[in-house]
């Protein structure tokens, strides 16, 4: 895998890793997050790891290189929602 690629796994778990709470302590502002949706172009990068299994890398787009066409990238979507478990988390 290119060394700017992170397995496709780990950048879900980056982007959906958030707390569920914004504040500020000095203007006294709270909000809940219950849901989000979040869109982006990303490039991947299919390779067989050293046990031989399929693996799926990962990247923003990072090479920027003029084009009388634009690059076509591949897009990811994710559609996220809070849901408590039966012990109330």
Same mark, same amino acid.
């Given at each position: 895998?290119?060394?700017?690629?992170?397995?496709?796994?780990?950048?879900?778990?980056?982007?959906?890793?958030?707390?569920?709470e914004?504040y %500020?302590?000095?203007?006294s502002?709270?909000?809940?997050?219950?849901?989000f949706?979040?869109s %982006?172009?990303?490039? #991947?990068?299919?390779?067989?790891?050293?046990? +031989? $299994? #399929?693996q !799926? +890398?990962?990247?923003?787009?990072?090479?920027?290189?003029? %084009?009388?066409?634009?690059?076509?990238?591949?897009? !990811?979507?994710?559609? #996220?929602? $809070?849901? $408590?478990?039966?012990? +109330?988390?």
């Amino acid at each position: 895998m290119d060394e700017a690629f992170i397995p496709l796994s780990k950048m879900i778990e980056g982007v959906t890793d958030i707390n569920g709470e914004i504040y %500020t302590d000095d203007q006294s502002i709270h909000s809940y997050i219950y849901a989000f949706d979040v869109s %982006t172009p990303i490039e #991947l990068d299919v390779f067989k790891d050293e046990n +031989g $299994k #399929l693996q !799926i +890398g990962s990247v923003p787009p990072i090479y920027r290189v003029p %084009t009388t066409f634009r690059p076509l990238y591949h897009s !990811i979507s994710l559609n #996220l929602e $809070k849901i $408590k478990k039966p012990d +109330g988390n």
